[in-house]
Each structure stands twice: as structure tokens, then as C-alpha cells.
């Protein structure tokens, strides 16, 4: 068989990015331009600011992704681009310039799924990892334990009740005083602090195994905050960092941990800007290691948002003929295994 060349495009959040995938796992450039710096000015991201930041970098992103691959848009078998869940300005961008190349150029259209993106970040680095599998999705809007069946295609177990791991993390962060983005800031503090010096809650849903809570966790540690204020006692930002992030690894272990076990899954992964977390990465290694099942991660740069993964996603759904019209649309609250 040729050679099937991808370009990916993805602008759903605040991060405009474009990747040329070979045949679906091997990456020929991966490039990232991050909008942090402007959104941090506003403690998180302003929807109209990251949707003109998108227009303005999407073609020189997609010049230097074309570039560093040593590719040319005459050597492309098909474009693909996240058409949602995402902010839908930001995601409107993306959808418009890679409907633009493919009608230019002829090429077939994919729309690929966020989320399904973050899952196929995995088979990147693990040419031997295929479904089915089971994964543990943890992004800034999304929380869902699923059974990956197939390529593309998923069993949700369990979903966040409230608020995502990732929102959890950034309301925290925010709250002690640590700004955007909160995950990366948390992980790094708590490394200085003690993970067992406050006793903050284990989230739990009463009637489902799999199902997650963080809005309890969220309300404890300001709770703490806010005695400790009108207390006038001193707060230990490292320490209540370590806490919380232990407590939000302990659940998503238990959780995955428990899944592999009642469906006899011997392969588990991890996906989304969560999974970038040292302590969830260690945690969850360990538990694994300790039961037999073979872990499987992405490095940190393919865990947050990439375009790399969205062509790895979109060359598995270019095998199975998915293909696009013109008419493809930015969905936001785009479904796990919905098509658009
Ligand atoms: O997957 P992602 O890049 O974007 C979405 O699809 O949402 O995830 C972003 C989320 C943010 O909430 C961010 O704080 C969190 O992932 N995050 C982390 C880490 N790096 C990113 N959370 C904990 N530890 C990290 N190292
Ligand atoms: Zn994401």
C-alpha cells in the first residue's frame, strides 16, 4: 500500500496547531503555536481572543507543519481537522481553512472528534497498542472512562457528574493563587508539598461505579481556604496543592483500577492535558504494574492539545471511508462517538 500523507489541523481551545502524519502513526511535524501568554493576562481563555489569534497564525502553523515534513500540499492524501467539542469561534477557524485547502487541492475531508483525537495520541508512541483497550480520557472539559472497542469507537462507562478533572485543577489553582494555566502550576507545587497533610475528600457517586465528582473536592479545598483566612492561619500552597491533586489521582485510579478488573481489560491508557500529570502518570504506572496490565501514555506534548493526534485520529477514520462534505459545520458539544 502507498504511503498515506495526513494533514491535521486543530483549533478547538487556545492552541493553534498542524501535523503532517504518515500512515497514521508516524509524525512528520508537530507544530504548536500556544495562546497561554494572552489568555494568562485573563486568568483563562477569552473565546473571542483565541478564535482571531487562531486566523492570524493558521497559515503560517500549517507553513512551518507543510515545511519541517518536507511536504508540499500536492503530496497530501486527505486534511484532517477537529470540527468540535471546542469553543466554536476556535473551532470555526480550523473547519474553515481545511475545507479551503481540501476544495483547493481536491483532497478528501475529515472531520475528526476532540476527544477521539486525545485517545488516538496513544497509538503514537505504541506502535503495538491497538483496541481494544480501555482508557481513562482527563482533559479541561472532559472526564470518561471508556472501553476504546475499535478504532473510533467507544463504550462510555463512566463521565464526570460536574466539573472535569482538568476544570477542577484549574479552579484550584486559581483559588490558591497559582493563575492559568492551573494543571501544569498544581503539578509542579505540589512536588514541594506533602500530599497527605490535608485530608480532602474522595469523590464518590452513590449509585455508579465509574461515574466521577470533583465539584465536593472543589467546594473542601475553599472551604479550607476560607477557614484558614478568617482564622489568620498561614495556607501551605504546596501543601494544599499536593492534597488536592492526590485527591483527584486516587479517584481516577480507583475508578480505571476497578473497571480493568470487573472487564478483564489487560491494557489501560491514559488521555487529555490531565494525563500530562507526573502524579496521575506515576499512580496510575504503579497500579498497573501491580496488577499485570499493560500501561500505555503519551508524552506530555501529545497529552494537551496537538494536531498530531487529530491526524493519527483522522488516518483510522480515512481507512474506514469517512469522508466530509462542505457543509461540515463547527459542532461545540460534538458527543463521544457522535458523528457530525
Ligand atoms: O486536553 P487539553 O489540553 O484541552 C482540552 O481538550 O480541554 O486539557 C487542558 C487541561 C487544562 O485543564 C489543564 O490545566 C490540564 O489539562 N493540564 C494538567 C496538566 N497539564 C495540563 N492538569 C494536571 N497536570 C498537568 N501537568
Ligand atoms: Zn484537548
Known sequence: MNDIKILAIESSCDETAASVVKNGRTILSNVISSQIDIHTL???????????????????????????ADTTLDDLDAIAVTYGPGLVGALLVGVAEAKAIAYAKKLPLIGVHHIEGHVAANYIE????????????????????????????????????????????????????????????????AKEGNSCAIGFPRGKVGDSTYDFTFSGLKSAVLNYLNHAEMTCQPVNTADV??????????????????????????????????????????????ACKKRKITFYRPSPIFCTDNAAMIGCAGYYEYLKGTRHG???????????????
Open 42 to 68: 485573563y486568568g483563562g481563555v477569552v473565546p473571542e481572543i483565541a478564535s482571531r489569534k487562531h486566523i492570524e497564525r493558521i497559515n503560517q502553523v500549517i507553513r512551518r507543519a507543510l515545511a519541517e
Open 126 to 189: 505504541h506502535p503495538d497498542l491497538e483496541p481494544p483497550f480501555l482508557c481513562l480520557i482527563v482533559s479541561g472539559g472532559h472526564t470518561h472512562l471508556v472501553v476504546v472497542k475499535d478504532y473510533g469507537e467507544f463504550e462510555i462507562l463512566g463521565r464526570t457528574r460536574d466539573d472535569a478533572a482538568g476544570e477542577a485543577f484549574d479552579k484550584v489553582a486559581r483559588a490558591i493563587g497559582l493563575g492559568y494555566p492551573g494543571g501544569p502550576k498544581i503539578d509542579k507545587a
Open 241 to 286: 496543592a499536593a492534597s488536592f491533586q492526590q485527591s483527584v489521582v486516587d479517584v481516577l485510579v480507583e475508578h480505571t483500577m476497578n473497571a480493568a478488573k470487573e472487564l478483564n481489560m489487560k491494557k489501560v491508557a491514559i488521555a487529555g492535558g490531565v494525563a500530562a500529570n507526573t502524579a496521575l502518570r506515576t499512580a496510575m504506572e504503579e
Open 326 to 340: 462542505w457543509d461540515l459545520n463547527a459542532v461545540p458539544n460534538l458527543k463521544l462517538g457522535e458523528r457530525g
